[in-house]
Nanobody, 120 residues
Framework: QVQLVESGGGLVQAGGSLRLSCTASGRTFSNYAMGWFRQAPGKEREFVGAISRSGGGTYYRDSVKGRFTISRDNAKNTVYLQMNSLKPEDTAVYYC?????????????WGQGTQVTVSS
């Protein structure tokens, strides 16, 4: 089992920045690709981005490319989501997940989520 805990959410004005963190415990963190997902009220959960086990590969949905950056520190068992130039449409609960591949695989473990609200 892997336990994931997100932090760093909050309320920010449009154009602002937030950095989310997700810290893992349990099995070896570096064995897992890590993903970030979000779910806005009344909408389905969507993929935001992901990072490979080593951190050498990152992937993003088109709407966040150039604004969001995913990184990981395997020594700290933590993955980060740096969000810049935030827009009201980025408002959602953000979840991190651990899986067997950054894209095209399965995410087995999920955090409880952290709320991000962007005001206009």
């Amino acid at each position: 089992q892997v336990q994931l805990v997100e932090s760093g959410g909050g309320l920010v004005q449009a154009g602002g920045s937030l950095r989310l963190s997700c810290t893992a415990s349990g099995r070896t963190f570096s064995n897992y690709a890590m993903g970030w997902f979000r779910q806005a009220p009344g909408k389905e959960r969507e993929f935001v981005g992901a990072i490979s086990r080593s951190g050498g590969g990152t992937y993003y949905r088109d709407s966040v490319k150039g604004r969001f950056t995913i990184s990981r520190d395997n020594a700290k068992n933590t993955v980060y989501l740096q969000m810049n130039s935030l827009k009201p449409e980025d408002t959602a609960v953000y979840y991190c997940a651990a899986g067997n591949a950054a894209v095209g695989g399965t995410y087995y473990y999920w955090g409880q989520g952290t709320q991000v609200t962007v005001s206009s």
